[in-house]
Antibody
Framework: QVTLKESGPGMLQPSKTLSLTCSFSGFSLSTSGMVVSWIRQPSGKSLEWLAAIDWDGDKYYNPSLKSRLTVSKDTSNTQVFLKITSVDIADTATYYC?????????WGQGVMVTVSS | EIVLTQSPTTTAASPGEKVTITCLASSSVSNMYWYQQKSGASPKLLIYSTSSLASGVPDRFSGSGSGTSYSLTINTMEAEDAATYYCQQWSSNPLTFGSGTKLEIK
């Protein structure tokens, strides 16, 4: 059974660094072809892809946010992390991690992050 | 960046009615993916590689298209299909999603 779950701070102040964790089970990120992505969704709006990391450790970023993003994984291949630096109000959203094989076939429940002073 | 434009933005259908949602890409893409998102829930994969049905998805859903024009069809609308639908491409970086189509039940 594949499950993913995001965790994060809930709320943080502008200019701080947002750190998110995706903990997953039921698959291994070391399996060839496996990818885990981060996607966010502001309330009432569409989805925005942020970053991805694959089984080989290759990283992919949305060019529009690349300078602020860092994606990584743990050595046991059961967690993926995302850091977003210099957050502002526009980064307020629900953040999802999702497994990608053919499309995003499994998603976490999402974690809501509010940037506010 | 490839922009995906969905139409209609909002629509409503009666039970049993056929529904078609269109996704136009600003440049040619090799494949399209479709997701269903119900209120307060995470998106759910419906269609991958343009026309393949994801596991557990009812066969009243189908996808088709090529190049810059793709569509998602619900053959016979059911009340549980009321949701927002998104198309998605990853033929070029960045991966992008459409703006969504909200489907309501009449």
């Amino acid at each position: 059974q594949v499950t993913l779950k995001e965790s994060g701070p809930g709320m943080l102040q502008p200019s701080k660094t947002l750190s998110l964790t995706c903990s997953f089970s039921g698959f291994s990120l070391s399996t060839s072809g496996m990818v885990v992505s981060w996607i966010r969704q502001p309330s009432g709006k569409s989805l925005e892809w942020l970053a991805a990391i694959d089984w080989d450790g290759d990283k992919y970023y949305n060019p529009s946010l690349k300078s602020r993003l860092t994606v990584s994984k743990d050595t046991s291949n059961t967690q993926v992390f995302l850091k977003i630096t210099s957050v502002d109000i526009a980064d307020t959203a629900t953040y999802y991690c999702a497994r990608a094989t053919e499309g995003f076939d499994y998603w976490g429940q999402g974690v809501m992050v509010t940037v506010s002073s | 960046e490839i922009v995906l434009t969905q139409s209609p933005t909002t629509t409503a259908a009666s039970p049993g009615e056929k529904v078609t949602i269109t996704c136009l890409a600003s440049s040619s893409v090799s494949n399209m993916y479709w997701y269903q998102q119900k209120s307060g829930a995470s998106p759910k994969l419906l269609i991958y590689s343009t026309s393949s049905l994801a596991s557990g998805v009812p066969d009243r859903f189908s996808g088709s298209g090529s190049g810059t024009s793709y569509s998602l069809t619900i053959n016979t609308m059911e009340a549980e299909d009321a949701a927002t639908y998104y198309c998605q491409q990853w033929s070029s970086n960045p991966l992008t999603f459409g703006s969504g189509t909200k489907l309501e039940i009449k």
